[in-house]
């Protein structure tokens, strides 16, 4: 097992490794004193994981229910934030109980806002269950859901106070899920790590699971101390994100997070290559990197039409976009540009 401390707002650890569900009883009771505790789950995770994990705190005396959901992103909206409000305050929860957000990065988002407005605040547990969220979605503090107009538009930064990374849930992902969290693995690699990269790149990765995501983690938790609430630094982790988002919001979300973050990075970095933006040309090796990990490196969708989707998202309120661009694999640099740019640099 990897212990993995971040010392944002609040001090947490990030346990990884095989079994360390094993260890959420012990935890919650040292942690939290005896509080009751609510699982949130989409129905996929529930049906496979839920009912052990509720079983075991029962056993330790912990008083336990649930909150299940119907799986996807069409789930990560308002409506069932507030159907998850009103679940806690139906059954009495107190700023004193727990959410335990055990599911993928969709999941792990409703959760952890939910558990930020719920009386001002209450516990909050991730359990991560996609390697999606075990490398990104769980860590840092970003929790938010989608409206309308564009992806987590609505949202806050709430920091977990434990995350358990259970490497054996990634037994039952399936292949195309666990692919998408491929695409933010070889991203840590291509901004941070290129020996990550290297490891990665050929897409045999199953009997290095605990060092992947240990080292995602890291880079992570590294990003998220120096700049937590994202005023800097940490606009490099959206790294093929602007795009994403908008391939995503375009698709209605046909298009899954991870698969989208793979076109976006290749596109974002065809054309940084294309205006002479990198000092090395990565553009081949990366999309050789998704190809041989399961992912997609373009989209129907040309550059001009994504375009209009990209102005909406948040990222572009004052009239420029902050693009992460790769210098070489694994170090990339922030440019902004005023958004008259950036429709030349798409076009
Ligand atoms: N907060 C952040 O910092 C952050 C970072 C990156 C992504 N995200 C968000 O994360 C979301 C994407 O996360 P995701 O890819 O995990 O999506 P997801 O939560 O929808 O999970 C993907 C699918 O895998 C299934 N699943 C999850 N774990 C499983 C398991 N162990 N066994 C079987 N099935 C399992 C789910 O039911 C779902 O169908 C997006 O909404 C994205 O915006 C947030």
């Given at each position: 097992m990897q212990?993995?401390?971040?010392?944002?707002?609040?001090?947490?650890?990030?346990?990884?490794?095989?079994?360390?569900?094993?260890?959420?009883p012990g935890k919650i009771l040292s942690l939290f004193g005896k509080p009751r505790v609510c699982f949130v789950s989409d129905d996929n995770v529930a049906a496979l994981h839920l009912a052990s994990?509720?079983?075991?705190?029962?056993?330790?005396?912990?008083?336990?229910?649930?909150?299940?959901?119907?799986h996807g992103e069409a789930s990560k909206n308002p409506v069932v934030l507030f159907d998850l409000l009103e679940h806690l305050a139906q059954n009495r929860f107190s700023r004193k109980d727990v959410l335990?957000?055990?599911?993928?990065?969709?999941?792990?988002?409703?959760?952890?806002?939910a558990a930020a407005l719920y009386m001002r605040g209450m516990h909050l547990v991730q359990m991560p269950t996609s390697l999606l969220a075990m490398v990104d979605?769980?860590?840092?503090?970003?929790?938010?859901?989608?409206?309308?107009?564009?992806?987590?538009?609505?949202?806050?930064?709430?920091?977990?106070?434990?995350?358990?990374?259970?490497?054996?849930?990634?037994?039952?992902?399936?292949?195309?899920?666990?692919?998408d969290g491929m695409a933010e693995v070889i991203k840590y690699g291509v901004i941070a790590d290129d020996a990550l990269f290297d490891l990665?790149?050929?897409g045999n990765v199953t009997d290095q699971l605990e060092p992947i995501i240990t080292r995602c983690v890291t880079i992570k938790r590294d990003v998220v101390e120096a700049d937590e609430f994202d005023t800097g630094r940490r606009a490099l982790l959206n790294f093929g994100h602007t795009l994403a988002h908008a391939i995503?919001?375009?698709?209605?979300?046909?298009?899954?997070?991870?698969?989208?973050?793979?076109?976006?990075?290749?596109?974002i970095v065809e054309i940084a290559e294309k205006n002479r933006l990198c000092d090395a040309p990565c553009s081949?090796?990366?999309?050789?990197?998704?190809?041989?990990?399961?992912?997609?490196?373009?989209?129907?969708?040309?550059n001009a039409a994504l375009f209009d989707a990209v102005t909406k998202d948040k990222k572009c309120a004052d009239g420029s976009l902050t693009l992460i661009l790769p210098h070489r694999i694994g170090t990339c640099y922030a440019q902004s540009f005023p958004i008259a740019d950036v429709r030349g640099l798409l076009s």
């Open positions: 212990t993995v401390t971040v010392n944002a707002s609040k001090q947490y650890d990030v346990l990884i490794g095989s079994g360390v569900r094993s260890l959420l994990l509720e079983d075991s705190l029962k056993q330790a005396g912990l008083d336990v229910s649930n909150f299940v959901f119907p335990v957000a055990l599911g993928g990065g969709v999941t792990g988002d409703l959760t952890g806002l979605s769980s860590v840092g503090g970003k929790t938010a859901v989608d409206l309308k107009a564009g992806k987590n538009l609505a949202g806050v930064f709430n920091q977990p106070e434990l995350v358990l990374c259970d490497t054996d849930y990634l037994s039952t992902l399936p292949p195309e899920d666990f692919a990665v790149k050929s995503e919001a375009e698709s209605n979300y046909a298009v899954s997070h991870g698969k989208a973050v793979a076109i976006g990075m290749c596109r081949a090796k990366i999309k050789e990197a998704l190809t041989n990990n399961g992912l997609p490196t373009d989209t129907a969708f040309s």
